[in-house]
């Protein structure tokens, strides 16, 4: 059975929009019914992207909404927030989608901290802030998807900047599900989307990767199964796999450990035998 915030007719805001993931669940959406808002920092992608929603639209252009949005600034989100409203009425669906990526090393490269968190984890912060209170007021069964990521749960090195702010974004999502769900007659649910190895940002696609729609697929399915964690697998890692990945990284504190024991030379044995 669909959810009801899935239903024909509601509404939809993807931040991150214009491209990848974000493009695919417009179009999935609005394939489905849904009357759909892409923002995104890029106007010029954003233009051609709302043309494609449309195609799919059953109202067409009269269906889409498209709003150029820095998602680092609060202002812009409640700019958005007034054009979503006096357009469509209402928000059944918010995915903090948008995201930037800078390497950064843990001691150095401050712009990169500064742009990754303002965009990744403020980014969220804005849009819970000025979307979830009008969500909670509408009194209709509600969503809110937000962006994590892999390397925000096992923390890989190569990217600390990246990894603390998805791992941000992860514990905000934890917490606020926890306070919704804690709300009496909440209809308002929250959803961490996790996405595994995914062709995004105009790359070339690997064989093993997934297409942003095999995610845009994935998550709705996971959402109308009611599932919080939505982890998605690739080509390469099998949900299995995943599990045990995530495991040894908590085992790292319970076993007391190295940090990120899983690339620590004298853990190689034992990670390879504990992921076979």
């Given at each position: 059975m669909s959810h009801p915030a899935l239903a024909p007719g509601r509404v939809a805001v993807v931040t991150g929009g214009a491209s990848g993931i974000g493009l695919a669940v417009c179009k999935r959406l609005a394939g489905r019914g849904m009357r759909v808002c892409l923002a995104d920092v890029d106007a010029e992608k954003l233009v051609r992207a709302g043309e494609e929603v449309a195609e799919l639209a059953a109202g067409g252009s009269d269906h889409v909404v498209t709003c150029a949005v820095d998602v680092s600034q609060r202002s812009d989100l409640e700019r958005l927030q007034g054009e979503v409203l006096r357009t469509f009425g209402e928000v059944a669906l918010l995915?903090?989608?948008?995201?930037?990526?800078?390497?950064?090393?843990?001691?150095?490269?401050?712009?990169?901290?500064?742009?990754?968190f303002a965009v990744n984890v403020m980014g969220v912060v804005h849009g819970l802030q000025v979307f979830v209170p009008k969500m909670l007021e509408q009194g209709t069964a509600c969503l809110v998807i937000n962006t994590g990521s892999k390397q925000g749960i096992t923390n890989p090195p190569g990217i600390p900047n990246y990894n603390a702010a998805k791992a941000a974004v992860r514990s905000l999502t934890e917490s606020l599900q926890h306070e919704l769900?804690?709300?009496?007659?909440?209809?308002?649910?929250?959803?961490?989307?996790?996405?595994?190895?995914?062709?995004?940002?105009?790359?070339?696609?690997?064989?093993?990767?997934?297409?942003?729609?095999?995610?845009?697929?994935?998550?709705?399915?996971?959402?109308?199964?009611?599932?919080?964690?939505?982890?998605?697998?690739?080509?390469?890692?099998?949900?299995?796999?995943?599990?045990?990945?995530?495991?040894?990284?908590?085992?790292?504190?319970?076993?007391?450990?190295?940090?990120?024991?899983?690339?620590?030379?004298?853990?190689?044995?034992?990670?390879?035998?504990?992921?076979?």
């Open positions: 995915m903090n989608n948008a995201a930037a990526f800078r390497f950064g090393s843990a001691f150095r490269d401050r712009e990169a901290w500064e742009t990754t769900r804690n709300i009496e007659g909440c209809q308002v649910a929250a959803h961490l989307l996790v996405p595994g190895w995914t062709t995004t940002g105009g790359r070339e696609h690997h064989p093993s990767a997934w297409l942003p729609e095999q995610v845009a697929d994935w998550m709705i399915a996971a959402v109308e199964r009611g599932d919080f964690y939505i982890l998605c697998p690739d080509g390469e890692v099998s949900p299995e796999l995943d599990r045990k990945r995530v495991l040894w990284g908590a085992m790292d504190i319970t076993q007391n450990r190295p940090a990120l024991s899983r690339w620590h030379p004298d853990y190689k044995d034992e990670f390879e035998t504990f992921e076979p």
